[in-house]
Every structure is written in C-alpha cells, then in structure tokens.
C-alpha cells in the first residue's frame, strides 16, 4: 500500500521543482489501486509535501472504501481508467499524479481562466516558491500542450475534469519563462470574453536567428523572444526590474533590442510599471496595437468586466496557485 499526491499537493510539487532536481520516473497505473489515505500511512511515510494547519494534504484513491477523513487530509477519488503517463514515482510505493494528470484534476475544480493558467503555469520553464507564487529559477518544461492533449486524448470518455481541461488546452502556451510572461501571454492570447485583448497567436520564448554581425555584439547565434507574434513579426518584451537593472544588464537589454529592430522585428518593451494597473495596461495595449498597425477596438459591458477580472486575478499581491 502506498500514497498517491493528487491535485493543489501534486500542483505544488511540480511548480515548486527546481532546475537541479531530478524528475522522477512513470510509475505503473496498476500501482494507483493500493493507494490510500490512512492517518498511519501520512504519519509514517517521509513525503515532498505533508500536512500542514490551513493547507491539507491531496490524496487521491482509487475507491471510497480506502480513503478516512483526517485532519489536514483531503482524500479525493477517481474511479476511471489510469493511462500509462498518470502517475510518477515516489519515495517506497507513494506515488504522486503526473503533471498531465494534475492539471485534469485542477482543471475540474476550477473556473475555464484559472484551468489556463495553471496549463501555463505546467507548461512553463520556471519555478515559483513554495508560497506558491513569486519567481524561482528557471528549470525544464514539465510537459507541453502535446503531452496534454495525447494525455487527455488517452482518458476514458467522460472522465471527470476532461471537457474543462480540453477547452483550457486550447489557450495554453508553451514555454513561458515568468509569472509576468503568464499574465502578458493570458492577457494577449485570450479573447475579450475571457478578460484577453486577442486573441493573438503567441509563441513563448521563440528562437530567432540573428545576423553574424550581430552575434559578435551579442555573443550569441540567436536570440529568444519573450512573446513573439508570427502575424505581424513583432516580439513583446518583458523588462523585468529584477533582471534588466545595473550597467551590464541595461546596456544587453538595449543591445538585444536593437538586434531585434535590425532583423525587421517590431519590438515592444513592458514593464510592471507598464501593466500594474488596469488603466496603465489598457494605455499599453493601445500602444501595442498602434505598433502593429491595428484599430482599437469597442468591448462590451461583459468583456471589460472579463478584463477587470482577468487582471485582478493574475496581478493580486494575494493570490496563490495552491
């Protein structure tokens, strides 16, 4: 018998996991029938993420009949089919949800713009602290958009979460490199229903070959843009205070824009200062699409409700992902 992690714990181990950790290997699907949720189990087994006073443990078991109420345990039950792919291995038999298996589970619980944004947040290339939320290093994606939708593809019709996490996937961007990015590639790539100002079509961290005169300024091939728009070969920046502050850091941050500029690509450059507010981030939109050559369009009623509430959930000082 063992422990299976499921839901916001298996949210919070793979958000939190760093670059120099080790990802852990699939575990059998057959192995998701012995788990439990007993009280001596927790206790005993030495797990990456335990119990704590207002944050509960997620276990998930296979059958109503192996799970206890505990306190500071939710014991939650999935009764379908397992494909192979749903669950990694732990320490002895404890397992924890893979993070395809994750994100159904999330996107089940919650609402069509939070599901997104935990696919964003999985398909990423950084971790966040364990407060969950705030920057904490970059690391290797999880998984991908593709791994996702083989993943749901693979689950029994009907299985809970799927119709949430199938229609969340098709806003899901691969690759983002910052919470800041998460909230720039939400806010852009959703359409006004859904609080975005698209959509547009997104590629994160895309790879762009620069010109060998260019390079030897760089010291480098290519170059990455932040959010990079294929429409209209435009690339969005983000400026970070943390990491584009001090001499060095200035002086690459304008050299690598004037390399964009000078391979033809229209560069527009955010801040926080930028987008912290919802008026200061409708006057940056407005720029954007001047840059691009774009009107400036007329939202409902509804939609600038969908704004407000799509910047006040990505920009909160309290929000927590788990």
């Known amino acids: 018998m063992g422990l299976c992690i499921g ?11 760093t670059g120099d950790e080790a990802m852990p290997e699939h575990a059998p699907s057959s192995s998701f029938a012995r788990a439990e949720a007993r009280l001596r189990t927790v206790l005993s087994e030495r797990l990456p993420i335990e119990p704590e006073k207002g944050r509960p443990l997620h276990l998930v078991v296979s059958n109503r009949r192996l799970g206890h109420t505990l306190d500071d345990v939710i014991a939650h039950v999935w009764s379908g089919k397992l494909p192979n792919g749903a669950l990694c291995e732990l320490s002895g038999d404890n397992t924890v949800t893979s993070p395809e298996l994750t994100f159904v589970q999330m996107a089940a619980r919650l609402s069509l713009v939070e599901a997104i944004e935990v696919g964003d947040y999985l398909c990423s290339t950084f971790s966040i ?53 998460v909230f720039l590639g939400m806010s852009l790539g959703l359409p006004a229903d859904l609080g975005g100002r698209g959509p547009f079509l997104l590629h994160a961290n895309q790879i762009i070959d620069i010109d060998a005169h260019i390079q030897k300024l760089l010291g480098a091939r290519y170059l990455k843009g932040d959010l990079y728009l294929p429409e209209f070969n435009a690339d969005v920046e983000f400026d970070s205070y943390r990491y584009h502050t001090g001499s060095y850091r200035l002086d690459h941050t304008q050299a690598r824009r004037n390399a964009l500029e ?26 954007l699409r001047q840059r691009l050559g774009l009107d400036h369009p007329t939202y409902s009623y509804e939609e600038r409700q969908a704004q407000m509430a799509l910047h006040d959930l990505l920009l909160s000082p309290d929000r927590r992902l788990f």
């Open 129 to 181: 602290e364990d407060a969950g939320r705030d920057y904490a290093g970059e690391r290797e994606q999880l998984t991908s958009v593709e791994s996702l939708r083989d993943f749901i593809d693979a689950l029994p019709p009907g299985s809970h979460g799927i119709r949430k996490a199938r229609a969340a996937l098709e806003h899901v961007v691969d690759g983002l490199a910052s919470p800041m990015e």
């Open 7 to 17: 839901h916001e714990s298996a949210l919070r181990y793979w958000l939190t996991k």
């Open 262 to 287: 000078a391979m033809g690509i229209k560069t527009i450059s955010a801040t926080y200062g930028q987008v912290k507010t919802l008026e200061l981030f409708d006057e940056f939109v407005w720029m």
